[in-house]
Protein backbone atom coordinates (compact mmCIF):
# COMPACT_ATOMS: atom_id res chain seq x y z
CA UNK A 1 0.00 0.00 0.00
CA UNK A 2 2.71 2.56 0.63
CA UNK A 3 4.06 2.38 -2.53
CA UNK A 4 0.97 2.57 -4.18
CA UNK A 5 0.09 5.81 -1.94
CA UNK A 6 3.21 7.42 -2.97
CA UNK A 7 2.89 7.08 -6.72
CA UNK A 8 -0.62 8.53 -6.25
CA UNK A 9 0.81 10.99 -4.67
CA UNK A 10 3.64 12.40 -7.01
CA UNK A 11 0.48 12.89 -9.20
CA UNK A 12 0.84 9.70 -11.98
CA UNK A 13 -1.48 10.50 -14.87
CA UNK A 14 -1.81 8.65 -18.24
CA UNK A 15 1.09 9.23 -20.99
CA UNK A 16 3.26 8.69 -17.58
CA UNK A 17 5.75 5.57 -17.75
CA UNK A 18 6.68 3.74 -14.44
CA UNK A 19 10.43 1.68 -14.44
CA UNK A 20 9.82 -0.36 -10.99
CA UNK A 21 13.45 -1.79 -9.73
CA UNK A 22 13.34 -4.55 -7.23
CA UNK A 23 16.81 -6.77 -6.51
CA UNK A 24 14.81 -9.10 -5.44
CA UNK A 25 11.81 -9.29 -6.94
CA UNK A 26 9.52 -9.26 -4.49
CA UNK A 27 9.83 -5.94 -2.88
CA UNK A 28 6.21 -5.14 -1.72
CA UNK A 29 6.44 -1.52 -2.01
CA UNK A 30 7.55 -1.46 -5.44
CA UNK A 31 5.31 -4.13 -6.40
CA UNK A 32 2.57 -1.37 -4.84
CA UNK A 33 3.77 0.99 -7.53
CA UNK A 34 2.86 -1.23 -10.28
CA UNK A 35 -0.06 -2.21 -8.77
CA UNK A 36 -1.25 1.92 -8.49
CA UNK A 37 0.46 2.22 -12.16
CA UNK A 38 -1.51 -0.40 -13.76
CA UNK A 39 -4.74 0.80 -12.68
CA UNK A 40 -3.40 4.45 -13.89
CA UNK A 41 -2.80 2.18 -17.27
CA UNK A 42 0.75 3.72 -17.48
CA UNK A 43 3.43 2.24 -19.50
CA UNK A 44 4.90 -0.18 -17.11
CA UNK A 45 8.25 -1.98 -16.75
CA UNK A 46 9.71 -4.36 -13.76
CA UNK A 47 13.22 -5.03 -13.69
CA UNK A 48 14.48 -8.20 -11.09
CA UNK A 49 17.78 -9.90 -10.12
CA UNK A 50 16.04 -13.14 -9.53
CA UNK A 51 15.04 -16.07 -11.80
CA UNK A 52 11.29 -15.55 -13.11
CA UNK A 53 10.11 -19.24 -12.40
CA UNK A 54 11.65 -19.40 -8.76
CA UNK A 55 9.86 -15.85 -7.98
CA UNK A 56 6.13 -16.97 -9.35
CA UNK A 57 6.64 -20.38 -7.45
CA UNK A 58 7.73 -18.99 -4.30
CA UNK A 59 5.65 -15.36 -3.63
CA UNK A 60 2.03 -14.70 -4.54
CA UNK A 61 2.86 -11.09 -4.50
CA UNK A 62 5.53 -11.05 -7.14
CA UNK A 63 3.83 -13.91 -9.58
CA UNK A 64 0.57 -11.66 -9.78
CA UNK A 65 2.58 -8.82 -11.64
CA UNK A 66 4.69 -11.25 -13.46
CA UNK A 67 2.31 -13.17 -14.96
CA UNK A 68 0.19 -9.76 -15.87
CA UNK A 69 0.44 -9.49 -19.72
CA UNK A 70 0.31 -5.55 -19.38
CA UNK A 71 3.81 -5.62 -17.55
CA UNK A 72 7.06 -5.62 -19.59
CA UNK A 73 9.35 -8.40 -17.70
CA UNK A 74 13.04 -6.99 -17.99
CA UNK A 75 15.17 -10.27 -15.79
CA UNK A 76 18.24 -9.53 -14.86
CA UNK A 77 19.31 -12.75 -12.98
CA UNK A 78 22.65 -12.16 -12.07
CA UNK A 79 23.63 -15.30 -10.57
CA UNK A 80 25.42 -16.76 -7.59
CA UNK A 81 27.93 -13.46 -6.51
CA UNK A 82 31.94 -13.48 -4.98
CA UNK A 83 30.90 -11.75 -1.93
CA UNK A 84 26.97 -12.48 -1.25
CA UNK A 85 24.01 -11.76 0.51
CA UNK A 86 23.86 -8.11 -0.26
CA UNK A 87 22.38 -6.93 -3.40
CA UNK A 88 24.43 -3.84 -3.19
CA UNK A 89 27.48 -5.09 -5.86
CA UNK A 90 26.73 -6.90 -9.09
CA UNK A 91 22.89 -6.82 -8.76
CA UNK A 92 22.44 -3.24 -8.34
CA UNK A 93 25.05 -2.38 -10.76
CA UNK A 94 23.77 -4.35 -13.64
CA UNK A 95 20.09 -2.49 -13.08
CA UNK A 96 22.14 0.97 -12.82
CA UNK A 97 23.47 -0.06 -16.32
CA UNK A 98 20.71 -1.28 -17.96
CA UNK A 99 18.27 1.64 -16.33
CA UNK A 100 21.39 4.51 -17.30
CA UNK A 101 21.09 2.98 -20.85
CA UNK A 102 17.65 3.01 -21.91
CA UNK A 103 17.11 6.48 -19.99
CA UNK A 104 20.37 8.15 -21.69
CA UNK A 105 19.02 6.60 -24.84
CA UNK A 106 15.68 8.01 -25.24
CA UNK A 107 16.60 11.01 -24.09
CA UNK A 108 19.41 11.38 -26.82
CA UNK A 109 16.71 10.34 -29.00
CA UNK A 110 14.52 12.91 -27.75
CA UNK A 111 16.88 15.39 -27.68
CA UNK A 112 18.36 15.04 -31.07
CA UNK A 113 14.23 15.37 -32.11
CA UNK A 114 13.40 18.55 -30.15
CA UNK A 115 16.60 21.01 -30.39
CA UNK A 116 18.96 21.95 -32.98
CA UNK A 117 21.66 19.94 -34.51
CA UNK A 118 25.13 21.96 -32.86
CA UNK A 119 23.42 22.15 -29.25
CA UNK A 120 22.63 18.42 -29.21
CA UNK A 121 26.49 17.68 -30.18
CA UNK A 122 27.31 19.83 -27.10
CA UNK A 123 25.30 17.99 -24.88
CA UNK A 124 25.50 14.68 -26.41
CA UNK A 125 29.07 14.68 -28.22
CA UNK A 126 29.24 10.81 -29.44
CA UNK A 127 26.02 8.98 -30.36
CA UNK A 128 25.43 5.87 -28.15
CA UNK A 129 23.55 2.73 -28.38
CA UNK A 130 22.66 0.14 -25.64
CA UNK A 131 24.90 -2.00 -27.08
CA UNK A 132 27.89 0.84 -27.30
CA UNK A 133 26.92 1.63 -23.63
CA UNK A 134 27.70 -1.62 -22.90
CA UNK A 135 30.96 -1.97 -24.78
CA UNK A 136 32.41 0.83 -22.28
CA UNK A 137 31.28 -0.73 -19.33
CA UNK A 138 33.29 -3.34 -19.96
CA UNK A 139 36.25 -1.23 -21.14
CA UNK A 140 35.78 0.39 -17.80
CA UNK A 141 36.03 -3.00 -15.62
CA UNK A 142 38.97 -3.78 -17.54
CA UNK A 143 40.40 -0.59 -16.79
CA UNK A 144 39.16 -0.41 -13.18
CA UNK A 145 41.39 -4.12 -13.17
CA UNK A 146 44.62 -2.56 -14.39
CA UNK A 147 47.34 -3.19 -11.75
CA UNK A 148 47.77 0.20 -10.62
CA UNK A 149 44.37 0.73 -10.11
CA UNK A 150 43.91 -2.36 -7.77
CA UNK A 151 46.65 -1.32 -5.83
CA UNK A 152 45.18 1.78 -5.29
CA UNK A 153 41.80 0.42 -4.39
CA UNK A 154 43.97 -1.61 -1.87
CA UNK A 155 45.66 0.97 -0.55
CA UNK A 156 42.35 2.90 0.09
CA UNK A 157 40.77 0.08 1.37
CA UNK A 158 43.76 0.00 4.11
CA UNK A 159 43.51 3.42 4.69
CA UNK A 160 39.67 3.17 5.80
CA UNK A 161 39.91 0.03 8.04
CA UNK A 162 42.97 1.95 10.04
CA UNK A 163 40.51 3.92 10.47
CA UNK A 164 37.70 2.33 11.61
CA UNK A 165 39.91 -0.79 13.44
CA UNK A 166 40.71 1.66 16.10
CA UNK A 167 37.05 3.34 16.55
CA UNK A 168 37.82 6.18 13.67
CA UNK A 169 35.51 8.22 11.96
CA UNK A 170 35.95 8.62 7.83
CA UNK A 171 33.48 12.12 6.57
CA UNK A 172 33.92 12.37 2.56
CA UNK A 173 33.48 15.68 1.04
CA UNK A 174 31.95 14.99 -2.75
CA UNK A 175 31.28 17.75 -5.06
CA UNK A 176 28.83 17.17 -7.76
CA UNK A 177 28.54 13.02 -6.59
CA UNK A 178 27.36 13.29 -3.29
CA UNK A 179 24.08 11.00 -3.95
CA UNK A 180 26.71 8.15 -4.63
CA UNK A 181 28.30 8.21 -1.75
CA UNK A 182 25.66 8.83 0.31
CA UNK A 183 23.41 5.69 -1.14
CA UNK A 184 27.09 3.31 -0.26
CA UNK A 185 27.77 4.78 2.95
CA UNK A 186 23.77 4.63 4.38
CA UNK A 187 24.13 0.79 2.67
CA UNK A 188 26.83 -0.22 5.25
CA UNK A 189 24.53 0.50 8.01
CA UNK A 190 22.05 -2.94 7.58
CA UNK A 191 24.85 -4.95 5.39
CA UNK A 192 27.62 -5.02 8.03
CA UNK A 193 25.63 -3.78 11.10
CA UNK A 194 27.46 -0.24 11.71
CA UNK A 195 25.81 2.70 13.05
CA UNK A 196 23.65 4.10 10.66
CA UNK A 197 23.74 8.27 10.10
CA UNK A 198 22.77 9.82 12.94
CA UNK A 199 20.59 13.17 13.45
CA UNK A 200 20.85 16.29 15.49
CA UNK A 201 17.98 15.24 17.16
CA UNK A 202 19.80 11.53 18.30
CA UNK A 203 21.98 12.76 20.87
CA UNK A 204 23.17 9.74 22.13
CA UNK A 205 23.30 7.74 19.30
CA UNK A 206 26.73 6.38 18.19
CA UNK A 207 27.89 8.40 15.38
CA UNK A 208 28.32 6.57 11.68
CA UNK A 209 31.75 5.26 10.68
CA UNK A 210 30.97 7.11 7.18
CA UNK A 211 29.42 10.31 6.47
CA UNK A 212 28.63 12.74 3.79
CA UNK A 213 28.99 16.57 4.06
CA UNK A 214 29.29 19.35 1.18
CA UNK A 215 31.94 21.45 2.01
CA UNK A 216 30.17 24.83 0.43
CA UNK A 217 26.69 24.53 0.54
CA UNK A 218 24.35 24.21 3.62
CA UNK A 219 22.21 21.15 4.52
CA UNK A 220 19.10 22.54 2.89
CA UNK A 221 21.25 23.23 -0.30
CA UNK A 222 22.73 20.36 -0.57
CA UNK A 223 19.77 18.28 -0.18
CA UNK A 224 18.23 19.88 -2.98
CA UNK A 225 22.07 19.23 -4.61
CA UNK A 226 22.50 15.60 -4.41
CA UNK A 227 18.75 14.97 -5.69
CA UNK A 228 18.92 17.35 -8.39
CA UNK A 229 15.47 18.35 -7.03
CA UNK A 230 13.39 19.53 -3.56
CA UNK A 231 13.04 16.79 -1.19
CA UNK A 232 9.82 15.32 -1.03
CA UNK A 233 9.22 13.83 2.49
CA UNK A 234 6.06 12.15 3.35
CA UNK A 235 3.41 14.20 5.52
CA UNK A 236 0.91 11.59 5.75
CA UNK A 237 -0.96 11.68 9.09
CA UNK A 238 -3.16 9.27 11.07
CA UNK A 239 -6.34 9.17 8.61
CA UNK A 240 -3.97 8.55 5.69
CA UNK A 241 -2.33 5.10 7.83
CA UNK A 242 -5.81 4.32 9.00
CA UNK A 243 -7.01 4.11 4.71
CA UNK A 244 -3.80 1.80 4.58
CA UNK A 245 -4.76 -0.58 6.80
CA UNK A 246 -1.25 -0.61 8.60
CA UNK A 247 -0.52 -1.55 12.29
CA UNK A 248 -2.47 0.46 15.17
CA UNK A 249 0.92 1.74 16.51
CA UNK A 250 1.89 3.46 13.69
CA UNK A 251 -1.72 4.85 13.60
CA UNK A 252 -1.45 6.20 16.65
CA UNK A 253 2.25 7.55 16.19
CA UNK A 254 2.61 8.45 12.76
CA UNK A 255 6.02 8.70 11.76
CA UNK A 256 7.81 11.96 11.28
CA UNK A 257 9.12 11.99 8.03
CA UNK A 258 8.99 16.19 6.93
CA UNK A 259 11.47 18.20 5.34
CA UNK A 260 12.18 19.65 9.10
CA UNK A 261 13.36 16.28 10.28
CA UNK A 262 15.20 15.80 6.99
CA UNK A 263 17.23 18.69 7.26
CA UNK A 264 18.07 17.54 10.94
CA UNK A 265 20.72 15.21 9.09
CA UNK A 266 23.52 17.91 8.48
CA UNK A 267 24.89 17.28 5.52
CA UNK A 268 26.25 20.64 4.48
CA UNK A 269 28.94 22.77 5.75
CA UNK A 270 27.82 23.44 8.76
CA UNK A 271 30.43 22.42 11.42
CA UNK A 272 29.93 18.77 12.97
CA UNK A 273 31.72 18.63 16.14
CA UNK A 274 30.91 14.70 16.28
CA UNK A 275 33.09 14.11 13.38
CA UNK A 276 36.11 14.94 14.54
CA UNK A 277 35.23 14.57 18.18
CA UNK A 278 37.28 11.26 18.22
CA UNK A 279 40.78 10.21 16.85
CA UNK A 280 41.16 8.88 14.75
CA UNK A 281 39.42 11.04 11.97
CA UNK A 282 39.57 12.06 8.53
CA UNK A 283 38.14 14.65 5.67
CA UNK A 284 37.95 12.84 2.36
CA UNK A 285 37.75 15.26 -0.68
CA UNK A 286 35.89 13.27 -3.63
CA UNK A 287 36.28 14.15 -6.61
CA UNK A 288 35.49 12.96 -10.24
CA UNK A 289 36.19 13.61 -13.95
CA UNK A 290 39.00 16.08 -15.08
CA UNK A 291 36.56 18.97 -14.14
CA UNK A 292 36.23 18.57 -10.74
CA UNK A 293 40.05 17.47 -9.71
CA UNK A 294 40.81 20.75 -11.17
CA UNK A 295 38.89 22.00 -8.04
CA UNK A 296 41.88 20.60 -6.20
CA UNK A 297 44.11 23.67 -7.06
CA UNK A 298 44.75 26.97 -4.42
CA UNK A 299 42.45 29.01 -6.53
CA UNK A 300 39.22 26.87 -6.75
CA UNK A 301 36.18 28.04 -4.48
CA UNK A 302 35.28 24.12 -3.90
CA UNK A 303 39.15 23.89 -2.71
CA UNK A 304 38.91 26.63 -0.13
CA UNK A 305 35.42 25.43 1.28
CA UNK A 306 36.95 21.75 1.72
CA UNK A 307 40.45 23.72 3.49
CA UNK A 308 38.44 25.15 5.06
CA UNK A 309 35.72 22.25 6.36
CA UNK A 310 38.66 19.93 6.95
CA UNK A 311 41.08 21.87 9.17
CA UNK A 312 39.55 20.45 12.32
CA UNK A 313 40.52 17.32 11.23
CA UNK A 314 43.45 14.93 11.83
CA UNK A 315 44.32 13.26 8.73
CA UNK A 316 43.14 15.10 4.90
CA UNK A 317 43.06 12.82 1.96
CA UNK A 318 41.87 12.66 -1.26
CA UNK A 319 39.97 10.07 -3.75
CA UNK A 320 40.23 11.19 -7.46
CA UNK A 321 38.65 9.18 -10.02
CA UNK A 322 39.67 10.62 -13.99
CA UNK A 323 41.41 10.01 -17.17
CA UNK A 324 44.57 10.93 -16.47
CA UNK A 325 46.57 11.73 -13.38
CA UNK A 326 47.04 15.52 -13.02
CA UNK A 327 50.64 16.72 -11.78
CA UNK A 328 49.16 19.42 -9.80
CA UNK A 329 47.02 17.28 -7.92
CA UNK A 330 49.97 15.34 -6.55
CA UNK A 331 51.82 18.83 -5.84
CA UNK A 332 49.47 21.09 -5.04
CA UNK A 333 47.83 18.45 -1.93
CA UNK A 334 51.01 17.09 -0.59
CA UNK A 335 52.33 20.93 -0.40
CA UNK A 336 49.60 22.12 1.29
CA UNK A 337 49.28 21.27 4.64
CA UNK A 338 48.04 17.87 3.76
CA UNK A 339 49.08 14.75 5.68
CA UNK A 340 46.97 12.10 4.27
CA UNK A 341 47.30 10.40 0.68
CA UNK A 342 45.95 11.26 -2.92
CA UNK A 343 44.52 7.85 -4.28
CA UNK A 344 43.97 8.15 -7.93
CA UNK A 345 41.70 5.89 -10.16
CA UNK A 346 42.53 6.35 -13.99
CA UNK A 347 39.47 5.15 -16.20
CA UNK A 348 38.11 6.82 -19.28
CA UNK A 349 34.84 8.77 -18.16
CA UNK A 350 33.14 8.99 -21.43
CA UNK A 351 30.47 12.13 -22.11
CA UNK A 352 26.75 11.17 -21.67
CA UNK A 353 23.82 13.19 -20.78
CA UNK A 354 23.34 12.06 -17.01
CA UNK A 355 26.92 10.81 -16.73
CA UNK A 356 26.17 7.39 -16.04
CA UNK A 357 29.80 6.35 -16.36
CA UNK A 358 30.86 8.68 -13.80
CA UNK A 359 28.44 7.39 -11.65
CA UNK A 360 29.17 3.93 -12.42
CA UNK A 361 33.16 4.13 -11.93
CA UNK A 362 31.76 6.12 -8.29
CA UNK A 363 29.84 2.94 -7.55
CA UNK A 364 31.87 0.44 -8.21
CA UNK A 365 35.25 2.22 -6.29
CA UNK A 366 33.11 2.61 -3.21
CA UNK A 367 31.44 -0.48 -3.13
CA UNK A 368 34.86 -2.68 -3.44
CA UNK A 369 36.37 -0.18 -0.82
CA UNK A 370 33.27 -0.46 1.98
CA UNK A 371 32.83 -4.52 1.53
CA UNK A 372 36.76 -5.34 1.21
CA UNK A 373 37.22 -2.83 4.55
CA UNK A 374 34.64 -4.33 6.21
CA UNK A 375 36.00 -7.79 5.14
CA UNK A 376 39.15 -6.81 7.01
CA UNK A 377 37.65 -5.73 10.00
CA UNK A 378 35.90 -9.37 10.43
CA UNK A 379 32.54 -8.56 8.69
CA UNK A 380 32.18 -11.35 6.55
CA UNK A 381 31.91 -15.01 6.95
CA UNK A 382 33.92 -16.79 4.55
CA UNK A 383 31.97 -14.61 1.05
CA UNK A 384 28.80 -13.95 2.80
CA UNK A 385 27.90 -10.59 3.70
CA UNK A 386 26.84 -12.24 7.44
CA UNK A 387 26.71 -9.42 9.47
CA UNK A 388 23.77 -8.12 8.14
CA UNK A 389 20.98 -6.06 10.87
CA UNK A 390 17.16 -6.96 11.12
CA UNK A 391 14.96 -3.70 11.24
CA UNK A 392 12.28 -4.88 8.89
CA UNK A 393 10.74 -7.96 7.67
CA UNK A 394 13.27 -8.37 4.77
CA UNK A 395 16.07 -8.40 6.76
CA UNK A 396 14.74 -10.27 9.01
CA UNK A 397 14.03 -13.17 6.70
CA UNK A 398 17.84 -12.61 5.11
CA UNK A 399 19.06 -13.26 8.91
CA UNK A 400 17.40 -16.51 9.26
CA UNK A 401 18.43 -17.27 5.74
CA UNK A 402 22.33 -16.85 6.16
CA UNK A 403 21.58 -18.47 9.53
CA UNK A 404 20.58 -21.50 8.18
CA UNK A 405 23.06 -21.00 5.34
CA UNK A 406 26.08 -20.85 7.60
CA UNK A 407 24.90 -23.48 10.13
CA UNK A 408 23.09 -26.06 8.23
CA UNK A 409 19.88 -25.86 10.48
CA UNK A 410 16.57 -26.00 8.68
CA UNK A 411 14.67 -22.13 8.30
CA UNK A 412 12.13 -22.80 11.34
CA UNK A 413 15.15 -23.63 14.08
CA UNK A 414 17.29 -20.82 12.18
CA UNK A 415 14.21 -18.71 12.64
CA UNK A 416 13.58 -19.64 16.09
CA UNK A 417 17.43 -18.72 16.88
CA UNK A 418 17.44 -14.95 15.42
CA UNK A 419 13.88 -14.58 17.50
CA UNK A 420 15.78 -15.44 20.46
CA UNK A 421 18.59 -13.36 19.86
CA UNK A 422 16.61 -10.70 19.39
CA UNK A 423 14.94 -10.98 22.34
CA UNK A 424 18.07 -11.05 24.11
CA UNK A 425 19.23 -7.64 22.14
CA UNK A 426 16.34 -5.66 23.08
CA UNK A 427 17.82 -5.96 26.85
CA UNK A 428 21.40 -4.21 25.64
CA UNK A 429 22.98 -0.78 25.21
CA UNK A 430 22.51 1.69 22.75
CA UNK A 431 26.27 1.34 21.06
CA UNK A 432 26.33 -2.51 21.20
CA UNK A 433 22.71 -2.98 20.00
CA UNK A 434 23.72 -0.83 17.07
CA UNK A 435 26.93 -2.71 16.29
CA UNK A 436 26.62 -6.30 16.98
CA UNK A 437 24.76 -7.98 13.82
CA UNK A 438 22.08 -10.29 14.89
CA UNK A 439 23.12 -12.80 12.53
CA UNK A 440 26.33 -12.73 13.61
CA UNK A 441 25.92 -13.28 17.54
CA UNK A 442 23.58 -15.87 16.34
CA UNK A 443 25.86 -17.84 14.64
CA UNK A 444 28.52 -17.65 17.07
CA UNK A 445 26.00 -18.36 20.07
CA UNK A 446 25.08 -21.31 17.71
CA UNK A 447 28.95 -22.38 17.88
CA UNK A 448 29.66 -22.08 21.20
CA UNK A 449 26.26 -24.12 22.22
CA UNK A 450 24.59 -21.52 24.36
CA UNK A 451 21.44 -21.51 21.97
CA UNK A 452 19.50 -24.30 22.12
CA UNK A 453 16.60 -24.67 19.31
Partial sequence: MFGKRQLFDAGIKAGDCLVAVSEGGE??????????AL?????????????SDLLVQKIERSRKVIEDSRVNIVNLTTGAMAVAGSTRMQAVTIEMLITGLAFESALTEHLRKTLPQHIVQKIVPVPQTPLEGLKRFEHLLRQLRQQDNLKTLAGITDFEYSIYRTHGLITYFPDEYSIDIFTDTTERSPTFKIPPFRSTLEKTAPPSWAFVKDPA??????????????????TWQSDDYRNMNVAENIIAHPPEINIDILYTYKIGNEEDLSRFAVVPNAAVAFLIGQKEIKHLTETSQWFQAFHKAGE?????????????????????FVANEWNGNVFFIEVDLPESPLDLFSH??????????STAAMGKLGRLNGNWMAHVDATNKKLIDRSIRLVAELTGFDYDTSCLAVFKTLHEMNSWSEEPRKTISPVAYTIEQIERGTIHV
Avoid: Q, Y
Avoid at 39 to 51: A, G
Avoid at 222 to 232: E, H, I, Q, T
Fill in 312 to 332: HFETRSAIAIGSKRPDFVMKN
Fill in 360 to 369: LAAKLVLNNI
Fill in 27 to 36: TSSVIGTIHA
Fill in 217 to 234: RTTPEAWNNLLGRAPCCL
Fill in 39 to 51: ETRLKTHFLFNNP
